[in-house]
């Protein structure tokens, strides 16, 4: 199946065709995926997979609701029984909108730049890149006994056509490199990971770039052989640059996700404008950072994604929208709309995320402290945005006293709540960083940025073993 | 499907492959969110999609694809021929051979294919109603949810294996928010089943409804090294977790702190854990696992001491043992891993009202984030966030909330000393245990 030559005609017919008994919004999705995935264990590559997907996806809003249908059969019984089903759930019996024709056409291939596409690359060149990341990990010490090292690339070619007469083409290609490594001394067994991905091709990674990947979570997972149980209590909190992004993610994103809004189901609810952070914090969401892993042309219902304000010096200044919350909220779409496949319903998700860079260096936040916990690297978490309460893994965590860096510590959580720590929010550093991540909500997985500079929260509950 | 998987086989080996492996996956599903007493979502679903391994000389290569057509089914062929080229060889990797016929279970019951989508939004609706019914402090459902999915699998291979099953599940889920003076708490529960007719809607309703409004006025409590019970779904979850260290996969690759302890002590002496997944009620219950192995019952924790670990084809050639038939797929396009069916804990149990009354100072946990990211499978460190209900003197008084469970994963199994009489499903993970009371653990609060 060819997405760019796929039949115009059709498309508009099964638009038509879905309309037929009510509903005021149809769309087609029409996606084909080529993916290849290698990983490493044990010194071996064990799994090299890949294949194509392809599938579609009619949509129908009538107006708060949403009926999907989607099969993996492209053609026109494909589209059409997917068109049938969504018609028939349509209880109003009353007639559709009338289509207009698809004139509007969209594309921006130059927006991601690829300058080495995957597809042009052999397989036995990926493996060269998941063995450098094995031998690399293992030279770092003795006491390194895993390595799992992955590798996987995907090109995702979708269409998107709609009710509106927009008729949106977009082509994705991601690139990933990852690295898990567990050390091991005695009894004590740790663990170590590290990324890199982009909206990109395979100039993202060479040899000598997925060595140090794989260092560096060798050097993580063998520093924590070294550490001692975490403290119990509350404490100021130092998070680091990068990873300590996905805290803002989980305890503040999700909140902002106009599906969590409008439910009144998130702590941002009506708080348009209020104080939800220090003054020091600004945040944004920008789906359109050049190649970023987070990143792409369009969103998933065919809107240009963007740089949305969220947080403007501790107030309150945007939601995330898909184009359904947005109707409902008289709000402009703001290219959060994203689904993982043509199998998923698009709802408003984060892009890269992040709390935008401060004045303060990381070494006078950590001079400034006089005892603290530094979280430098977290291992993910889970948040109830209703209450916006959040538990956090600490991967790689060290004690601060008097003002410097000293014992690694291991098996801490962070607890809280995300206006809380927003509130408490008192140095920010310019190290500004963004780390790559697969997000999960309502069952879907798609990719994400989390970033951040180094930042101080004043005080946190640490909940540890010591 | 045996006809396109014949076909893919055939044209496999014409490519010069000896030892080929088809699996193919057809299905169809719905999933229902109501809002309000209004359908907020309907999806309706059709998949379909075929997996090829190719093995050769200790090497693996799989491809998948989900367009049937002559060109993509060579397409498949080529990938996977591409991909074993590329994988490193392992003297025990090999072209599943399984022995005996698929276990005796029919996981589907035809009354599925026969619900209407009406039936099945009603079942969502009184979900939802009965939990807005149930206390009035209830604020919203924030997710009312039922699904389900009826779905065929077929694998064929050069071994000689020519095997096919249908299943069917569905399931109904309930999120609610509760609040009174402005403090906001969450429960949720499930319930799940072979036809709409096996859910009782009211009562999943009514329970996400109970949970929610008995955490309202939760603060933190004193820390204190304390009894806890963790209730079926916070037993499930940790469970859940457990059961990776339970893999012959994680023990070969040094992943598990299970690793080299059979036989020894690893629990309290009253747990059993079994994977079984042959239970005629089991929700991942099925005849064979994902490399067409039958399901079995396999006893992983026998009077508190390790009995064994769980296998696919390749881990059990390597330990030298047979397949416990857990291999599973999450369809077409993955490839098989070591993973439980059904995990049931179980054990001689005492009534739940008596143990709370044997308990001094304690916390009944029915509620805990952070166990998928705050523990620790490799090392078994965990510490988590729960929420729950204090118990002094034998009974419930104050919620808690905002406070820490934190200890380590052997050290809370050894703690295990009693079970209650509560044992039930939960469909996450696909658990069936009851309420597990654990001596000795860290409570971190004020």
């Known amino acids: 199946m060819d997405v760019e030559s796929f039949d115009t005609a059709l498309l508009r017919t099964t638009i038509g065709r879905a309309l037929r008994r009510g509903g005021d919004f149809a769309e087609v999705f029409v996606e084909d995926r080529e993916s290849l995935g290698l990983r490493l264990e044990d010194g071996r590559i064990e799994q090299t997979s890949g294949g194509r997907e392809s599938g579609a996806a009619v949509r129908l809003l009538a107006g708060e609701r949403t009926y999907y249908a989607y099969s993996d059969a492209v053609d026109e019984a494909g589209l059409t029984a997917a068109a049938d089903a969504v018609a028939a759930a349509v209880s109003s019996g009353a007639d559709g909108v009338s289509i207009v024709d698809l004139g509007a056409v969209f594309s921006a291939p130059e927006k991601h730049p690829v300058l080495t596409p995957p597809a042009e690359v052999g397989a036995a060149d990926k493996a060269a890149l998941v063995r450098a990341g094995d031998e690399a990990a293992r030279s770092v010490s003795g006491e390194i006994v895993q390595a799992v090292i992955g590798y996987g690339d995907t090109r995702q070619r979708v269409l998107i056509a709609n009710s509106l007469g927009d008729l949106v083409y977009d082509d994705r290609t991601r690139t990933r490199f990852t690295a898990q490594v567990v050390a091991r001394r005695g009894d004590v067994i740790q663990t170590g990971h590290e990324a890199v991905g982009g909206s990109a091709g395979l100039e993202l990674v060479d040899e000598e770039g997925a060595r140090g990947v794989a260092r560096t979570a060798a050097d993580k997972a063998r520093t924590m052989l070294d550490s001692r149980p975490a403290p119990v209590g509350a404490m100021p909190v130092v998070l680091g640059n990068g990873f300590g992004g996905t805290l803002f993610h989980e305890a503040c994103g999700h909140g902002l996700e106009a599906d969590a809004v409008a439910k009144g189901a998130s702590i941002y609810a009506g708080k348009m404008g209020a104080v939800v952070a220090a003054p020091i914090v600004s945040a944004y969401d920008e789906g359109s950072i050049t190649n970023g892993w987070g990143s792409q042309a369009f969103d998933d219902e065919g809107v240009p994604t963007q740089k949305t304000l969220v947080i403007e010096e501790g107030r309150l200044a945007g939601y995330l929208y898909d184009r359904l919350r947005a109707r409902e909220a008289g709000a402009a779409p703001t290219g959060n709309g994203r689904r993982q496949s043509y199998r998923h319903i698009p709802i408003p998700r984060m892009t890269t995320t992040y709390i935008a860079p401060g004045r303060s260096t990381p070494e006078e936040i950590i001079a400034a402290t006089r005892r603290g916990f530094y979280a430098k690297s977290l291992a993910g978490g889970q948040v109830e945005p209703a209450s916006g309460n959040f538990v956090f893994g600490v991967a790689e965590g060290y004690l601060i006293e008097d003002g410097k860096i000293t014992a690694p510590l291991r098996g801490a959580t962070l607890v809280g709540n995300g206006i809380d720590i927003l509130m408490k929010i008192d140095m920010i550093a310019g190290d500004f960083e963004v780390k790559t991540g697969i997000c999960g909500k309502d069952g879907q997985g798609v990719p994400v940025g989390t970033g951040q500079a180094t930042l101080r929260i004043a005080e946190m509950t640490v909940g540890g073993t010591g | ?446």
């Open chain 2, 1 to 446: 499907m045996f006809p396109v998987l014949d076909a893919v086989l055939e044209r496999a080996r014409r490519q010069g492959a000896v030892d080929v492996e088809v699996f193919g996956e057809r299905s169809t599903s719905r999933r229902i969110k109501v809002f309000r007493q209004e359908v907020e979502q309907l999806t309706a679903a059709r998949r379909r999609g075929v997996g090829l391994r190719v093995f050769r000389d200790g090497a693996v290569g799989h491809a998948y694809t989900s367009d049937l057509s002559e060109d993509a089914l060579d397409d498949l062929v080529r990938r996977a021929l591409d991909n074993v080229a590329v994988s490193d060889t392992d003297e025990y990797m090999a072209l599943p051979r399984p022995r005996g016929e698929p276990a005796d279970v029919r996981p589907y019951d035809s009354r599925l294919a026969a619900a209407t989508d009406a039936e099945r939004i009603a079942v969502a609706l009184e979900v939802e109603a009965a939990a807005l019914a149930a206390d009035r402090r209830v604020k919203l459902v924030e997710d009312t949810l039922y699904a389900d999915g009826d779905g065929e699998v077929f694998i064929v291979s050069t071994a000689g294996v020519r095997r096919s099953y249908r299943a069917g599940q569905c399931y109904a889920f309930a999120y609610v928010l509760a609040e009174e003076g402005g403090q906001v708490e969450t429960g949720y529960s499930y319930g799940v089943g072979r036809a709409l007719e096996d859910l009782d809607p009211r009562a999943v309703g009514a329970e996400a409804a109970g949970r929610a409004a008995r955490l309202l006025g939760a603060r933190k409590c004193p820390s204190m090294r304390a009894p806890v019970i963790l209730d079926p779904f916070v037993s499930a979850a940790f469970f859940g977790v457990l059961s990776s260290a339970l893999t012959a996969d994680a023990v070969q690759k040094g992943r598990s702190l299970f690793a080299g302890r059979e036989g020894e002590r690893v629990a309290g002496d009253l747990l059993e854990l079994v994977d079984d997944g042959t239970l005629p009620d089991g929700p991942d219950s099925a005849p064979f696992d994902g490399e067409g192995v039958p399901s079995a019952r396999t006893p992983l924790i026998a009077g508190g001491v390790l009995q064994g670990f769980l296998h696919d084809t390749y881990t059990a050639r390597k330990a030298g043992l047979a397949s416990t038939g857990n291999g599973m797929r999450g369809g077409y396009s993955g490839l098989p891993r070591v993973s439980p069916s059904n995990l049931v804990v179980a054990g001689p149990t005492t009534p739940l009202d008596e143990i709370v009354a044997g308990v001094e100072k304690g916390v009944l946990v029915t509620d805990a984030v952070g166990i998928h990211s705050g523990a620790n499978p490799v090392s078994g460190e965990f510490s988590v966030g729960i929420s729950g209900i204090l118990i002094e003197d034998g009974e419930f008084t104050t919620p808690v909330r905002e406070v820490t469970l934190a200890g380590d994963i052997v050290g809370m199994l050894t703690g295990v000393r009693a079970l209650g009489d509560d044992a039930r499903w939960v469909p996450a993970g696909s658990i069936h245990t009851p309420s597990v009371v654990i001596d000795g653990m860290t409570v971190g609060g004020t």
